[in-house]
T-cell receptor
Framework: KAGVTQTPRYLIKTRGQQVTLSCSPISGHRSVSWYQQTPGQGLQFLFEYFSETQRNKGNFPGRFSGRQFSNSRSEMNVSTLELGDSALYLC?????????????FGPGTRLLVL | QKEVEQNSGPLSVPEGAIASLNCTYSDRVSQSFFWYRQYSGKSPELIMSIYSNGDKEDGRFTAQLNKASQYVSLLIRDSQPSDSATYLC?????????????FGIGTKLQVIP
């Protein structure tokens, strides 16, 4: 099975712009979670989607949003970018998102905001 | 208090020694516990999962869980330079029947040849 894929792998944006990141889960996986990773804060949970519905959300401002399509692919959008949004954005997929399930991570999208 | 706490390290151990990585968590109802390894510039990959009190062994890795003390650890026996990475403790809380995973900051392990 192919693993989780994320596009693009690298992005450079300027403050005030918006960005859309894409994640394709492992075939058959219906749960997709998004995380932000920075050196100071570590991995922080953004949100989780299942069957095109957001089920859980972390403590991020409304500038961070996401969606999931019928084929389980997911996108996240960050509007009005700030310097502090520079981070590695990881998505992870699992079968159903049950608490005991393993999540499989994609390679990440590294975002640099100038 | 952070939900999942780890010492960021670095933890340095000589090759062949036992590396002991520790993690505490704050939510008593946490159900699932995971250890991920993350090499520099790469994404996290699962090493071990543990759900019940006690020890779980897989090759050179042993995970230990003590729910009463809200403590989970990872032991790496016969440490190798290839084990040098950041180890992330993750705790999965049942949030409305679905998972919400909280990660620790990660402990950087350095195995010295």
């Amino acid at each position: 099975k192919a693993g989780v894929t994320q596009t693009p792998r690298y992005l450079i944006k300027t403050r005030g712009q918006q960005v859309t990141l894409s994640c394709s889960p492992i075939s058959g996986h219906r749960s997709v979670s998004w995380y932000q990773q920075t050196p100071g804060q570590g991995l922080q949970f953004l949100f989780e989607y299942f069957s095109e519905t957001q089920r859980n959300k972390g403590n991020f401002p409304g500038r961070f949003s996401g969606r999931q399509f019928s084929n389980s692919r997911s996108e996240m959008n960050v509007s009005t970018l700030e310097l502090g949004d520079s981070a590695l954005y990881l998505c992870a997929s699992s079968n159903s998102g049950a608490p005991q399930e393993t999540q499989y991570f994609g390679p990440g999208t590294r975002l640099l905001v100038l | 208090q952070k939900e999942v706490e780890q010492n960021s390290g670095p933890l340095s151990v000589p090759e062949g020694a036992i590396a002991s990585l520790n993690c505490t968590y704050s939510d008593r109802v946490s159900q699932s516990f995971f250890w991920y390894r993350q090499y520099s510039g790469k994404s996290p990959e699962l090493i071990m999962s543990i759900y019940s009190n006690g020890d779980k062994e897989d090759g050179r890795f042993t995970a230990q869980l003590n729910k009463a003390s809200q403590y989970v650890s990872l032991l790496i026996r016969d440490s190798q330079p290839s084990d040098s990475a950041t180890y992330l403790c993750a705790v999965n809380v049942n949030s409305g029947g679905y998972q919400k995973v909280t990660f620790g900051i990660g402990t950087k392990l350095q195995v010295i040849p």
